[in-house]
RNA sequence: GGCCCCGUCGUCUAGUGGACUAGGACGCAGCCCUCUCAAGGCUGAGAUCGCGGGUUCGAAUCCCGCCGGGGCUACCA
């Protein structure tokens, strides 16, 4: 039996606090917030912290800062309490154990006393017979005396299992081919397989939306909440999985992609963040590519996700985040460049904005723009014609006033005067200023620095060496 | 090995039997604009629709086989 249709859908996401925060979090977070905003319902945010060794309360305070940054919001957690708490598997131990008692009880469960050892002997025969690897019931039929360190195994019974998935329609498993599973470790945490399901029948989750690595799992975990007399979920979401770029699904260690944090730090905007990953996985069906937050919670289903997985692609994402910064005013601009230009007083910001809008796929990109301004250039080697350029420049810029507008048409009419084109006139200038041969307009790249520092570094240029 | 999911330009994708000379976007190339770099405008290259068989008057679209990729197969989640 399953929840009824009409009662206010649930969905969770359920991260393991056991890394640095995963883009594959925000994005079934994003997924699973689209659908509730969309239905009215709740979103619910789970700790999944059974693995003891791995688990670190950092990480879980990485996931929420990381979320929040992308404006993904949570209606119940460990952080905002809830009807249903506590939200944290650590602090759910007697839950499960109360489960497992009973399913011990009815015979649906039972002890294993395997090492191990013995159980790695088992899969290693399995393999070398060709055979598909199946615990062989070994402590149901014949368990071992005397020994005290024991596992929960559930009693999978067999038959078929089949559920809604609102992605790939109608999935259809063969209870046949599993084996009996662990759902109660020797230290007495319960397994992923079995805490997963116990909390989404009893925080009744009516939607279940999750990266496809699930699909597979889905079996056991509907197994679990049949034997236990829950109502199952309406339906399931096993969204594609982000790939790395070269094709592999991504790791921790050989993808930086994966990691959060990287995209705050260097300037991507946290609405584009979003747009990026929702178009990856899913499509609109119209040629539209830029939404905000509320027109995807407008147009998003399930039905147009894409079943394939995705390459993660940056090109993309630094058109897409190019698109949010040039659509930003001047004062939202400068506002969120300030972090990222610290040796900058706010009014140089200000005035470097008009300039760099069209010039920044990332935010953290305005360094390489701006960093003449705290940075003293080595001068360059002018040739004779070229100092004498600057010369003139120096001439006409002494009494402009020090705007951009003013400093261009001083500069315009000196460059009339020699005679030579804007090219030759402006690159030692620029090479003067700033060292390099890409910058700013040349108008912007004086006019940030103060006068007499420009002019120095002009004059500085000109000299005998 | 077993089970499951998937397979259209380099990448993300549109496409659900005829309107497909397979469309769009990113990227790429050229031109225009231009002091550099961008942005913007225009133009272009780029996909025998994984392969092989069917079905059909007609297939990217339906069926079968194969190949390739991914996931699960843990006392990880």
Redesign the pocket.
Known sequence: MAVSERSPVRVRI???P?GFAHLGTASTALYNVLFARQRGGTFVLRV????V??NRPEYEALIYESLHWLGLDWDEGPDKGGADGPYR?SERLDLYKQHAVRLLADGKAYK?W???EE?EAE?KQ??AE??????SRRCLLNPPAGRS???VRFQVPGGEVTFNDMI?GE????AE?M?D??IV???G?????F??PVDDAVMMITHVIRG??????TP?QLLIIDALGYPRPVAFA?M??I?A?D???MSKRKHPETNLALYREQGYLPEALINYLA?????P?T?Q?IFSFDELVRVFSF??V????????W??L??IN??YI?ALDDSELARRLRQFVPELDESTICRAVPALR????KLAAARE?LDYLWTEPQPPDLNPEAAERVRSAIAALREAPWEPPAI?EALERAVEASGA???K???PI?DALTGK?????????LALLPRDVALARLLRATAER
């Open positions: 359920a991260p393991s056991t999944d912290d059974t693995d060794e791995r598997q294993c395997c090492t191990r159980l899969r399995a393999l060709k055979r598909a690897y199946k615990y360190e024991f596992t790939r999935m259809r498993f063969d081919l084996g599973f662990i470790k020797s230290d945490y319960p397994t992923y397989q805490a997963s496809e690595e699930h699909l597979s799992n056991f096993h594609p999985l790939l770029h094709g592999a699904k178009l990856l996985g899913w499509n069906g040629s590519e039905e147009r894409q079943h394939a997985g995705a390459r993660f692609d090109e993309k630094n058109w190019g698109e040039r069209t010039r920044l796929p723009y261009e084109g804007k090219g006139f402006y690159t620029r041969k890409v910058s700013l307009p040349i108008h912007y790249t």
